[in-house]
């Protein structure tokens, strides 16, 4: 499933009347560049295990989420974590970050659309929380992963994994085949 429009809370640069209802078979112009919408926002219903005593989501489960919702935009790219570990490749955390703005309480219905951009080799996802319905962000979040080998070293993405990615979920633009700046 696919976004008509950017998620609530992403500043939309787009110029939606050359999106696919102006016949742009490529998704959006950004900047006279192809961009394709994310994928829909991974959803999580609070069980009463993530919060803590005052009733709210424990700080950091807000990590799980992030997690739920890099595995739903895997599969989106028709891979899974597990997929990407059998041929050799691991994507561990380097960095992450989160902004506690409102708090979740048990049984809110939880939306978590994100942005990814990467390089070769790392990848950044930034993530927003929202009560389902609503257009105010609880949380702002982020995570940069290394791209690794099997021996833990630091490694290029292949082609394959590279290939997956191209025009997926991606912030910035992703470049319509054969442009030339």
């Not at 696919?2 to 939309?12: A, D, E, L, M, T």
Request: with cysteine; net charge neutral; charged share 25%.
């Amino acid at each position: 499933m696919r976004w008509p429009s950017s998620p609530p809370g992403f500043p939309s640069v787009l110029d939606r009347s050359d999106g696919p209802a102006g016949g742009n078979e490529c998704g959006y112009a950004l900047f006279r560049l192809c961009y394709t919408p994310a994928v829909a926002p991974y959803r999580h219903r609070v069980l009463y295990g993530d919060t803590d005593q005052m009733g709210v989501v424990y700080y950091a489960t807000y990590l799980r989420f992030f997690e739920g919702a890099r595995g739903e935009w895997i599969r989106e790219l028709g891979l899974t974590y597990a997929q990407i570990e059998e041929r050799g490749i691991y994507l561990p955390v380097l960095e992450v970050g989160v902004r506690y703005l409102k708090p979740a309480r048990y049984d809110d219905l939880l939306e978590i659309p994100l942005r990814v951009s990467h390089t070769r080799v790392k990848v950044r996802f930034e993530y927003k929380v929202y009560r389902a319905g609503s257009s105010e962000a609880l949380i702002l979040g982020h995570t940069v992963h290394a791209c690794i080998n099997q021996d833990g070293r630091p490694t290029r993405a292949p082609d394959w994994l590279m290939d997956a990615m191209k025009g997926a979920a991606t912030s910035g633009p992703t470049l319509p085949e054969g442009y030339e700046p």
